[in-house]
């Protein structure tokens, strides 16, 4: 049984580019939730999807962006990158109460 | 607000003693808490949960943690350090909104391991 997959592990961008990550759940898990991991920090939450639709949303700008698919997988999308969005992006399923997380997306911004 | 603090950036151990890394919560409610383990380049392991069950929780290899409601705390131990232990500790609780939740996370504890 396959756990979170996430794509690609690492990536380097430019300030200025546009970022798409993407994120394939556990098997029976039907929410996916986005956090960031600046370094030597907690990881933050950005937001979740349920049903295809945006149910929660932390405190990240609009630049920030996502979709959920009919297959439950998932894409983080973040416009007019900043230095500051260099972080590792992990995604995690759930069903219920049990979280599995993905091994991250490693992005440096430059 | 529902919150996580954990009380050591830090800790150090000598391997075959004793763990011990600290967390103290914030909730209106009774909580939902976690302990995450994640080692370097990798990602979030789950320890174990604490969801209004017994108040020792045990985890995966020999950790434990104790929900102390009246010390609003949820402490992480472990009897004996293994050199493998070494890794980042995240203390989490969950915040329900509009019947969905999303974790918060504390600011984490690096545990290092001497032989």
């Known amino acids: 049984d396959a756990g979170v997959t996430q794509s690609p592990t690492h990536l380097i961008k430019t300030r200025g580019q546009q970022v798409t990550l993407r994120c394939s759940p556990k098997s029976g898990h039907d929410t996916v939730s986005w956090y960031q991991q600046a370094l030597g920090q907690g990881p933050q939450f950005i937001f979740q999807?349920?049903?295809?639709?945006?149910?929660q949303r932390g405190n990240f700008p609009d630049r920030f962006s996502g979709h959920q698919f009919p297959n439950y997988s998932s894409e983080l999308n973040v416009n007019a990158l900043l230095l500051g969005d260099s972080a590792l992006y992990l995604c995690?399923?759930?069903f219920g109460s049990g979280y599995t997380f993905g091994s991250g997306t490693r992005l440096t911004v430059v | 607000a529902q919150s996580v603090t954990q009380l050591d950036s830090h800790v150090s151990v000598s391997e075959g003693t004793p763990v011990l890394l600290r967390c103290n919560y914030s909730s209106s409610y009774s909580p939902s808490l976690f302990w995450y383990v994640q080692h370097p380049n990798k990602g979030l392991q789950l320890l174990l949960k604490?969801?209004?069950?017994?108040?020792l929780v045990k985890g995966i290899n020999g950790f434990e943690a104790e929900f102390k409601k009246s010390e609003t705390s949820f402490h992480l131990t472990k009897p004996s350090a293994h050199m493998s232990d070494a890794a980042e500790y995240f203390c989490?609780?969950?915040?329900?909104?509009?019947?969905?939740?999303?974790?918060?996370f504390g600011q984490g504890t690096t545990l290092q391991v001497k032989p």
């Open positions: 995690a399923s759930s």
């Open positions: 989490v609780v969950i915040v329900f909104s509009s019947n969905t939740g999303k974790l918060i």
């Open positions: 999807y349920y049903e295809e639709e945006e149910r």
């Open positions: 604490y969801t209004s069950a017994a108040t």
